[in-house]
């Protein structure tokens, strides 16, 4: 499972601004996981149809010694 967190853009002031988490499931990689995630993210984040141009996912990740 990998997470990915959830941002909202403004991109006037250039800003990310973190606004949730998503978690994929999928074990196997598919060509669409990440658009799918995506579009998760927009259905539930965005709260008018013109912001969810403004969601975006980043991958976390852990950064060892």
């Known amino acids: 499972m990998q997470t990915f967190t959830v941002y909202i853009v403004d991109y006037l002031k250039r800003e990310k601004l973190p606004i949730g988490k998503v978690i994929e499931r999928r074990e196997k990689n ?3 996981n990440l658009l799918g995630l ?4 927009r259905k539930n984040f965005a709260i008018r149809p013109e912001e969810a141009f403004n969601v975006v996912l980043e991958k976390n990740v852990l950064m060892g010694p």
Do not use: G
């Open 38 to 41: 995506l579009t998760v993210a």
């Open 30 to 32: 598919r060509p669409n």
